[in-house]
């Protein structure tokens, strides 16, 4: 019913409100191995000296790099390593709050700063850089607004922007603006990162600007249709989550819905279901994520999940690439 708003449902436990522990999300791979060779690891590492000549030759670079390759988190740190932020600020747009706080906040972690100091993010309302800042995560509305007031954007000598393919009103703008100001300022460098189907476009749009594709993915993914199509696909994809659940050894589960009222239904109803089958059924922590759940809720599907309970995420697309979700 109405009265029983986000309120109730943010206090229930079962819910995975872990109290005020800070559980950070940690894999087996990322417990024995060191960040230097996590960043080792991931496959944009293995072209990156030859990307960094692509884009000292170039104004404008179109990337593509499948999620999990690495380019969020890296590209910004090498254009830092290879002394861009000499000149100014790497900025990197996501096309959602949570990812560029969480992404720089994995950054800053990789660099060895607090968050806030050379690496920080700025999202509306909130903004976690300072005069030290030299790479700056932020959302795309951001950019957007900085852009009405310095309409060169002389203080970045580098623009990532990130998922260019999960385009906005915000990012098509964006793209007309930036596309002056790489004409006007030939010391600029744009690097544009999408999913393959849309690479070209954005390559025509910039002049004909070349594409690099990042080869390889970090972790194996295998697709599986269902025979029939589903006529309720939040029932469908409970059942789903509940037989996995049941049938299979440890892994955390991710579940797309198309918006916050599934998100909530299926997560009620997960919940609900293991209940009546009993006490015997093993732990589970189930996380809902979208847009309007506050940030710090957002980021609890980062956290591991206590007493070695089974994730399940339910989320809008916002998971789908913008961010990677250990486990």
């Keep these: 019913g109405e009265g029983e708003g986000s309120g109730d449902y943010r206090a229930d436990a079962q819910f995975g409100a872990s109290g005020s522990k800070k559980l950070e999300a940690v894999s087996e791979f990322a417990m024995t191995k060191t960040i230097a060779e996590q960043r080792a690891f991931l496959p944009i590492f293995g072209c990156r000296e030859h990307l960094l000549t692509v884009i000292r030759d170039n104004s404008v670079v179109i990337l593509v790099g ?24 790497v900025g990197c747009t996501q096309p959602r709050r949570v990812a560029a706080m969480s992404v720089a906040k994995r950054v800053s972690e990789e660099v060895g700063c607090e968050l806030g100091d050379e690496v920080g993010y700025s999202i509306r309302f909130e903004d976690v850089t300072s005069e030290r800042t030299l790479i700056k995560y932020m959302t795309d509305g951001v950019l957007l607004r900085e852009s009405l007031t310095e309409p060169d954007l002389d203080r970045y000598s580098a623009i990532i922007m990130d998922e260019a393919h999960e385009r906005s009103l915000n990012t098509d703008v964006l793209f007309g603006i930036l596309k002056k100001v790489v004409s006007r300022r030939r010391d600029m460098k744009l690097i544009v990162t999408s999913a393959t189907m849309d690479s070209d476009k954005f390559s025509e749009f910039f002049g004909n600007v070349p594409i690099f594709r990042i080869p390889g993915r970090c972790f194996p993914v295998d697709i599986m249709f269902a025979k029939q199509p589903a006529d309720d696909y939040v029932e469908a994809a409970v059942k789903q989550a509940i037989q996995i659940h049941l049938s ?29 089958i009993g006490d015997q059924v093993p732990l589970i922590t189930v996380l809902p994520v979208y847009s309007l759940l506050p940030s710090e809720l957002q980021a609890k599907i980062f956290d591991k999940a206590e007493g ?8 809008t697309n916002i998971a789908e690439t913008s961010l990677t979700v250990d486990g």
């Excluded at 999620?67 to 890296?74: C, I, M, R, V």
């Excluded at 070695?308 to 989320?315: E, M, N, Q, S």
């Design 66 to 89: 499948e999620t999990g390759s690495g380019k969020t988190t890296q590209i910004a740190q090498y254009l830092h390593e290879d002394d861009y932020t000499t000149y100014g600020l």
């Design 248 to 276: 299979y050894g440890a892994g955390d589960i991710l579940i797309f819905m198309t918006g916050q009222e599934d998100i909530l239904a299926t997560c009620s109803a997960i919940t609900d279901r293991l209940e009546e």
């Design 308 to 315: 070695g309970a089974r994730k399940v995420i339910v989320a």
